[in-house]
């Protein structure tokens, strides 16, 4: 085969990579997405690319003899190979598969406000190897994603979706209130409700508080436990 025609196929095979690249990434980037799963399609994207990239110029530069011949001579080499793995076992590999790790795990999310070595700032961008996260200055926090993986990380935006519901009742000090308070923890219908007597200062103040799911369920939960609270209070005479 003349050496044009290997020329032309290498760059035909490199054109189509670079189209095929291009309509994947256009086609996933089209998505309008959460950030937890917009972070896992932005590290896969970037995977995807990566590994069609790879594909396509590693099959075009196989046409070339020579290429072939010196790539089948490193690869025999076991001990050039072991060195070639070992480097990107702890350096590039790493951070790639902490990268993964990070995508499916996701300890931080796009968008997410995270303290990383006490530096706070917002995670800008996940890359394959880098995550930069934006200070409180405006600069840019580049750091590997094998050390992300590792260290601890303070992530404010990530919260329990439980919410404490809690209401206080106020009762004249006359009150009995030990009973009140067992017949309030009754009602609360929790083992983890809390009903404790937080003021004496001119009528006693009792506050019960217990765990919603969420915090429109806590909202609800709290005008019920009002209500109960009330009609237990008017049955008991207190409110007359």
Sequence with gaps: ?????????????????????RLIDR??????????????YRVLRRTIMFSVVFVGILSALLVIPAVRAVAGGLLASSAILGLVVGFAAQTTLSNFVAGILIA?????RL???????????????IGLTYTFIRTLEDARLVIPNAKLASDTILNSTIRAREQLA???VQVPLQTDLQQLVDTLRREAGDDR????????????????????????SARRLESDLRLRAHQRLRAAGVFG
């Design 166 to 168: 809690q209401i206080t």
């Design 193 to 216: 409700a809390e009903v404790l007597v937080t003021s004496l200062e001119g009528n006693a103040t009792v506050t019960v508080r217990t765990w919603a799911p969420d915090p429109e």
């Design 1 to 21: 085969m003349l050496l044009w025609h290997r020329l032309a196929i290498v760059g035909a095979v490199l054109v189509v990579t670079a189209v095929v690249a």
């Design 111 to 125: 968008g997410d406000r995270v303290r990383v070595d006490d530096t706070d700032g917002i995670v800008e961008e």
């Design 104 to 108: 499916f795990a996701q300890p931080l």
């Design 27 to 40: 086609s996933i980037a089209k998505r309008d997405l959460a950030p937890g799963q917009a972070t896992r």
